[in-house]
T-cell receptor
């Protein structure tokens, strides 16, 4: 059974304090790993797609990386507006295109 | 503007009263999907559709129905809602195998 586990469940950072969020997966034949940002009561907003180990993508203060077993979302010098829940999801491509989501990491950035 | 829309955004109903939540996308995507999101359980897929007239069950299909008569629309039907279907529902769409884009969500309360 495909599984995606995110850690930590919650993270509090001071503004400017860099850190990383972890997403470990056991998705057989992983075809893609997605990162989303979700604000309370809103739909997930797409951030990155990673397809192969060693791949990295950046957007403003965020950088996503992928290894054969896990993905990291690095947040450099975060600001309060980066506070949100960050979700990762794996896709095996085994016919159904079903995404398996982790439960998310709730990030709070304190001014 | 490329988007996924859902209606209604908020709904309070009573047990057993049939309801439909509509989902529409204007991006000509083949793939559409419904998820529910509950505290501590994350996003779970209810049903998905790979194209018109092609639908299949996700992880939690019990108590739900869907149809895909047109490419742009993918309504979610609750024929006899129960309190355990109280949740936040999201519709998503994408080209097959690519990034899924989510709607704004429908918050449902079943009394």
């Amino acid at each position: 059974e495909d599984q995606v586990t995110q850690s930590p469940e919650a993270l509090r950072l001071q503004e400017g304090e860099s850190s990383s969020l972890n997403c470990s997966y056991t998705v057989s034949g992983l075809r893609g790993l997605f990162w989303y940002r979700q604000d309370p009561g809103k739909g997930p907003e797409f951030l990155f797609t990673l397809y192969s180990a060693g791949e990295e993508k950046e957007k403003e203060r965020l950088k996503a990386t992928l290894t054969k077993k896990e993905s990291f979302l690095h947040i450099t010098a975060p600001k309060p507006e980066d506070s949100a829940t960050y979700l990762c999801a794996g896709y095996s491509g085994a016919g159904s295109y079903q995404l398996t989501f982790g439960k998310g990491t709730k990030l709070s950035v304190i001014p | 503007e490329a988007q996924v829309t859902q209606n209604p955004r908020y709904l309070i109903t009573v047990t057993g009263k049939k309801l439909t939540v509509t989902c529409s996308q204007n991006m000509n995507h083949e793939y559409m999907s419904w998820y529910r999101q509950d505290p501590g359980l994350g996003l779970r897929q209810i049903y998905y559709s790979m194209n018109v007239e092609v639908t299949d069950k996700g992880d939690v299909p019990e108590g739900y129905k869907v149809s895909r008569k047109e490419k742009r629309n993918f309504p979610l039907i609750l024929e006899s809602p129960s309190p355990n279907q109280t949740s936040l529902y999201f519709c998503a769409s994408s080209p097959v195998g690519e990034t899924q884009y989510f709607g704004p969500g429908t918050r449902l309360l079943v009394l």
